[in-house]
């Protein structure tokens, strides 16, 4: 669908601002080598006929192990006000069949307003595959299941909503809130998530600035030649969604960048 807008990635909304396309996913797989079979399999997406783009996640652990994960959202991204959250066929069950199958090997009696499918080396060997359905169970609240490729599926009571209706998380570690904030300083675009049982924790953070952003990629030490290529690329005409996972000891767990999985428009 053509618009002069980009769609930001965390509530997928369109806004006036530029966002990160495929071209911050490209440098990223390029300077970090990552096998030739990743950019293949993103090329492919992006030449597929959808309405609307996918979203993707770079994701990098404590450790320097690297994922992906792809988005595909039922939400109308053309909604004036993010927290309205309502499902539209965004992405229709035939074209989640196009990308992969198993997308739609299970289905749910409740609205799906997200899939999202985790891209690792797991996924291309086929040794396991892993789709995470987001549900909403209350006015701004997602609950989460996660289904395997070997049929079990593990309800992981994993909620996310904006960062004030979790003050625990906020008071018991007042360190990640702070650095939150530092990032973004708007509770209404700032979420929490809690995983595992409440042992992991997310801030994720939309719309930061040109500037804030390297000062991620710096602080969360991802590679001095990425960094680089970002400042060559980008400006500060963009705003960027970023997140961090931490577990319950207060200790990083890993980071994300997102962005959208469509081509660098022409200027």
């Not at 090329?43 to 994922?67: C, D, N, R, V, W």
Request: hydrophobic share 35%.
């Amino acid at each position: 669908m053509e618009t002069d807008r980009n769609i930001q990635l965390i509530c997928y909304t369109y806004i006036s601002d530029k966002t990160p396309l495929y071209d911050m996913l490209s440098q990223f797989l390029s300077i970090y080598e990552c096998p030739p079979m990743y950019a293949e399999f993103f090329q492919t997406l992006m030449k597929m006929p959808l309405s609307f783009p996918i979203g993707y996640a770079i994701k990098q652990t404590a450790l320097k192990e690297i994922s992906f994960e792809l988005y595909f959202y039922q939400l109308d991204p053309f909604r004036t006000n993010h927290l309205q959250m309502y499902v539209v066929p965004t992405f229709t069950r035939e074209s989640l069949q196009q990308i992969d199958p198993f997308l739609t090997h299970t289905t749910w009696e409740e609205d799906v307003f997200i899939l999202s499918l985790n891209i690792d080396e797991a996924y291309f060997t086929k040794s396991q595959k892993q789709v995470t359905y987001y549900f909403l169970t209350g006015p701004i609240y997602f609950y989460t299941h996660k289904v395997c490729s070997e049929g079990k599926t593990f309800f992981q009571n994993s909620d996310y909503s904006l960062a004030y209706v979790y003050p625990e998380v906020i008071q018991n570690y007042p360190e990640w809130y702070e650095r939150a904030c530092f990032y973004q300083s708007n509770q209404k675009d700032m979420f929490i998530g809690s995983k595992d049982y409440q042992e992991r924790f997310g801030y994720y953070l939309q719309k930061i600035s040109y500037e804030r952003f390297l000062h991620f990629l710096e602080e969360f030490q991802y590679s001095p030649i990425f960094i680089e290529a970002c400042k060559q690329h980008f400006n500060d005409t963009y705003v960027f969604d970023v997140g961090f996972d931490f577990w319950k000891d207060g200790t990083l767990a890993k980071t994300m960048l997102y962005g959208i999985l469509q081509p660098t428009k022409s200027s």
